[in-house]
């Protein structure tokens, strides 16, 4: 039966051009073959065997972008409730009248390349590695000041291709405070209130920003709900998105430095990454114990935890670095 398979499907891995004529001895099995075309055909069994364009379906995508949160993000139960909401419902949504577009802000080390990881797998079961996901790095991909023109053709050119191909594309942009002012707005028209543009519609593609930019003002508002008695599951949404938004749009060092994507409200959501404290580092090195297949060492992993340096000063309440030198660390444990 394996190898009656795999005589079925050899047409199809083929390319046209070099299918070879069926021989006398193989007429049986390419009668068969004809008769299962229409069931070889069909889009999920193509999927099995080749990546297709939007791979998981949508309540799936939005099972596995939650269950993965849950499971592995640690004190950023914002991000964990508006990610999975806005994402959710956008997957579901089948009239958008827009792309989605999410801005991920906070400390180096406090999840946002994590969570755009996780939304890239939970909708692409090769995630960061699919063909229909694009990740842009601005000292990588945008390093020179003055080949900025240059940068936005390419760009454009970039994201109409891609989305020509494949609506529900997701691009990731990275180091959004590194990038340069003014470049991110060339891919404005691609997030507005247009169906089409030049026959292309852009309104399933999904658009992530990640930057530390705007994170003075997460810790500040964090530390005033802290020395008020507050704990961090009491801050809302509505206690930082307005004070983030502005707070980007006016900052110099940020891609997003009086951008048209927020004066014309482009951007869905500005979502905060709260800075990590010492029982969120300790979840993060249990974790990656774990994932390297160790027993989970009480000792080694408070040593780590301890080995961190925290801010303020005084208060020594969050880690600096939030759980970016974890996997370092634990190299020298193990």
Same mark, same amino acid.
């Given at each position: 039966?394996?190898?009656? $398979?795999?005589?079925?499907?050899?047409?199809?891995?083929?390319?046209?051009?070099?299918?070879?004529?069926?021989?006398?001895?193989?007429?049986?099995?390419?009668?068969?073959?004809?008769?299962?075309?229409? %069931?070889?055909? /069909?889009?999920?069994? &193509?999927? /099995?065997?080749?990546?297709?364009?939007?791979?998981?379906?949508?309540?799936?995508?939005?099972?596995?972008?939650?269950?993965?949160?849950?499971?592995?993000?640690?004190?950023?139960?914002?991000?964990?409730?508006?990610?999975?909401?806005?994402?959710?419902?956008?997957?579901?949504?089948?009239?958008?009248?827009?792309?989605?577009?999410?801005?991920? #802000?906070?400390?180096?080390?406090?999840?946002?390349?994590?969570?755009?990881?996780?939304?890239?797998?939970?909708?692409?079961?090769? $995630?960061?590695?699919?063909?229909?996901? #694009?990740?842009?790095?601005?000292?990588?991909?945008?390093?020179?000041? #003055?080949?900025?023109?240059?940068?936005?053709?390419?760009?454009?050119?970039?994201?109409?291709?891609?989305?020509?191909?494949?609506?529900?594309?997701?691009?990731?942009?990275?180091?959004?405070?590194?990038?340069?002012?003014?470049?991110?707005?060339?891919?404005?028209?691609?997030?507005?209130?247009?169906?089409?543009?030049?026959?292309?519609?852009?309104?399933?593609?999904?658009?992530?920003?990640?930057?530390?930019?705007?994170?003075?003002?997460?810790?500040?508002?964090?530390?005033? %709900?802290?020395? @008020?008695?507050?704990?961090?599951?009491?801050?809302?949404?509505?206690?930082?998105?307005?004070?983030?938004?502005?707070?980007?749009?006016?900052?110099? @060092?940020? $891609?997003?430095?009086?951008?048209?994507?927020?004066?014309?409200?482009?951007?869905?959501?500005?979502?905060?990454?709260?800075?990590?404290?010492?029982? #969120?580092?300790?979840?993060?090195?249990?974790?990656?114990?774990?994932?390297?297949?160790?027993?989970?060492?009480?000792?080694?992993?408070?040593?780590?935890?301890?080995?961190?340096? &925290?801010?303020?000063?005084?208060?020594?309440? &969050?880690?600096?670095?939030?759980?970016?030198?974890?996997?370092?660390?634990?190299?020298?444990?193990?």
């Amino acid at each position: 039966r394996a190898a009656l $398979g795999l005589v079925l499907l050899l047409p199809l891995l083929r390319p046209a051009n070099a299918v070879e004529p069926i021989s006398l001895g193989l007429a049986i099995a390419g009668a068969a073959a004809s008769a299962l075309t229409g %069931f070889i055909s /069909y889009p999920r069994l &193509y999927c /099995y065997f080749r990546e297709c364009c939007l791979q998981r379906q949508d309540q799936r995508a939005a099972a596995a972008l939650q269950e993965n949160l849950d499971k592995k993000l640690f004190g950023q139960h914002l991000v964990n409730k508006v990610v999975v909401k806005a994402v959710k419902g956008f997957l579901n949504n089948t009239n958008a009248k827009k792309p989605l577009a999410l801005s991920l #802000h906070g400390w180096t080390g406090t999840g946002k390349n994590f969570v755009g990881r996780i939304v890239a797998e939970s909708i692409y079961k090769r $995630g960061l590695r699919s063909k229909y996901v #694009h990740q842009f790095v601005a000292t990588l991909h945008f390093p020179h000041a #003055h080949s900025i023109n240059i940068y936005k053709d390419q760009l454009q050119s970039w994201i109409r291709g891609n989305v020509s191909i494949c609506p529900r594309s997701l691009f990731i942009f990275d180091e959004m405070d590194k990038m340069h002012a003014g470049l991110i707005d060339s891919i404005k028209p691609f997030l507005d209130y247009y169906e089409l543009l030049d026959g292309v519609s852009y309104r399933q593609a999904i658009f992530i920003f990640l930057s530390n930019a705007g994170a003075e003002k997460i810790t500040e508002v964090a530390l005033d %709900f802290w020395r @008020n008695g507050r704990t961090r599951e009491d801050i809302q949404l509505t206690d930082i998105q307005n004070a983030l938004s502005v707070s980007v749009f006016n900052n110099k @060092n940020s $891609g997003f430095w009086h951008s048209t994507l927020i004066d014309r409200n482009l951007i869905d959501y500005f979502v905060p990454f709260l800075p990590l404290e010492y029982k #969120h580092v300790k979840m993060c090195v249990r974790v990656e114990i774990e994932s390297r297949g160790y027993a989970v060492d009480e000792d080694i992993l408070t040593r780590i935890a301890n080995e961190m340096t &925290y801010f303020p000063r005084e208060e020594r309440i &969050y880690s600096d670095k939030g759980c970016k030198t974890v996997d370092a660390k634990l190299d020298y444990y193990f």
